[in-house]
């Protein structure tokens, strides 16, 4: 401002042309600026909350998959020993026919030799 502009405002004076239309202007932006920044801690609240449910879902999901990985073993094992008992199983059956087999001819040839006695 000139001497000459300063020379007639006085404290009674109103304000210079445009002045108050800043001010509004100023005072909008102030509150966009402060609405903003609640929505900013609002979000920054949330990532951080979001961040620490991924984290227990992540350490959740790492216990499963660990004992799903356990099952899948105990059941190859179980299937695999579970086979193998069928195999004597079935080898034993096998021995047993084959032997009765045996003793029966045996018994039927003894019959036969002490008939013929």
Do not use: W
């Amino acid at each position: 401002m000139g001497p000459e502009l300063l020379a007639t405002v006085g404290p009674d004076s109103p304000p210079a042309p445009g002045i108050e239309e800043l001010c509004t202007k100023r005072d909008e932006l102030s509150q966009q600026i402060q609405h903003e920044e609640e929505e900013k801690s609002k979000l920054q609240n949330d990532i951080r909350l979001l961040t620490e449910k991924l984290a227990r879902v992540n350490e959740s999901l790492a216990r499963k998959m660990a004992t799903r990985n356990e099952f899948e073993k105990t059941i190859v094992e179980t299937e695999a020993a579970y086979t193998k008992i069928l195999e004597s199983s079935q080898t034993l059956l096998n021995v047993l026919k084959r032997e009765a087999g045996n003793l029966s001819r045996a018994t039927d040839l003894k019959s036969s030799i002490t008939k013929e006695s």
